[in-house]
C-alpha cells in the first residue's frame, strides 16, 4: 500500500465507513489496520493495533508499519535505539498523520524511567532528549512510567504520579508546543488498579495504560470502566499474558489474533501496543484489527491457559510477597524473567535484575513453603525464582 494510500484508509477508517473486513487489503494481499479507535478526550484516534518500539530493530520497518495503517508508535529513551530508529524514518512521514508517545526517562538502560525525587528541569531535559533523537518538535504523548514498579508503599507512588515538579515540567512542556498529552502507564506489580484509578480520578491525565490480557489484572475492567466515563483513554499493554512458547493444537488458528481480540472486544480501550520487530509480525498481528472475538478465539485462549495457567505469573497480584520471610521482591523477578525467557530480551532483563534491591540469590537455601502455599494461581514460586536468579544473574 503506498502511503497516500494508507491516508486515505486511515480517513475512512477513523469516519466509521465500512471498508473490507477480512483484515486484508483487497490489493495488496496484506493485512492491514482496519479500525481506529478514539483516544480519551485527545482528539486522536489510534490504531487499534498499534506499535511497541521496545525492540525496534530498523527505521525501515516503521514506515511498513504506517504503511498498513498503523499510526500509534510507543517509545521510551530507554528502549535501545527505538527512538534514533524512528527518528531516522521521520523525513518520509507525515508527522501529523502519526502518534509518538514516549517516556520521561533517561537514556540509559532499561529501566531508566525518571524516580520520585527528580528535578522540574531533569523532565524537561528528558523530553527535549527524545525530540532531538526522535526528529521532531513535539511529542503527542509522553508517559509517567512503571508506576508501582519501585514503591511497595502505596502513598510514596502517589506522590510521584502527581509529583509537582513533573507536574510543572509537563506544564511548561505543553505550554512551548514540545508535549501534547499526559499520560501514566503501570504494569505492577504494587497497587496498579489503585494508582491508575487515582489518576484517572485527578484531572492531570488525558490517558493511561495498564497490563491487560485474560490470564490477570480482574480489577482492571473497574479501572477502565471509570476511565471511559471520565473520558480517559486506555491503551493496552502486557496484552500476551506471558508471550510463552506454544506446543498447542490450534488447527491452523494463532493465538496472538485471538488475545488482541479479547482485549479489543472491551469498548473502553482506544487500543494496543505490541512490540513488533519483523514484517511477519505486522502479518499476524494485524489479522485481529477491527475483528471480532469468536468463539473459536475462546477455545484458542482456553487451551493456552490450560497449559500455561500454572507456569505464568500475575504479577499484579502480590500474594506471597507479604510472606516472604527475606522479602523478596518476588514479582518484579518474575517480569524480569519473562522478558528473559519469553520475550526474547535477555540483556535487558539481566541488566534490570541487577537493579533489584532483594533478589532471588537466597531461595535455594529457603525452607519455607509460603510463598508456594500463598500462590492463587499454584505456581511453583520458589522454584520459578531459583531459576530466575541463576538466569539473570549469569554474565552478560
Known sequence: MKRRDF????????AGIAVNTSGVDADTGKTVVKSYRELGKTGLKMSDISFGCGRLPSSSLVLRAIDRGINYFDTAPDYGKSEENIGGAMNKIQREKIIIASK??????YPGH?????????YIASV????????????DIVFVHAIGESHKDVKEAEKRLLDNEMLSAFETLKKTGKVRFLAVSSHGPNNMEHLLLKAVNSGYYDLIMP??????FPNVPQVIKEAKEKNVGVVAMKTLAGAKEMDLDLKGKAFEPSVFKWVLKHSEISGLVITIKTVSDL???L??????????DRKVLDLYAAKYGKEYCR????????LCPNGVDIASIMRYHMYFKDYGAEKRAMTAYRTVKNNAEGCAACKTKRCMDACTYGLPVREMLIESHENLSSSI
Not at 491516508?7 to 477513523?14: D, M, P, R
Request: proline share 6%.
Open 7 to 14: 491516508f486515505k484508509a486511515s480517513a475512512i477508517a477513523a
Open 104 to 109: 520521561f526517562c533517561t537514556f540509559k538502560p
Open 114 to 122: 525518571l524516580p520520585l525525587g527528580s528535578k522540574k528541569n531533569e
Open 128 to 139: 527535549e532528549g527524545s525530540l532531538s533523537r526522535l526528529k521532531t518538535d513535539y511529542l
Open 211 to 216: 497490563a491487560f490480557n485474560f490470564m490477570k
Open 283 to 285: 502479518d499476524l498481528f
Open 287 to 296: 489479522q485481529a484489527s477491527g475483528q471480532p472475538f469468536t468463539a473459536e
Open 315 to 322: 504479577t499484579g497480584c502480590s500474594d506471597c510477597e507479604p
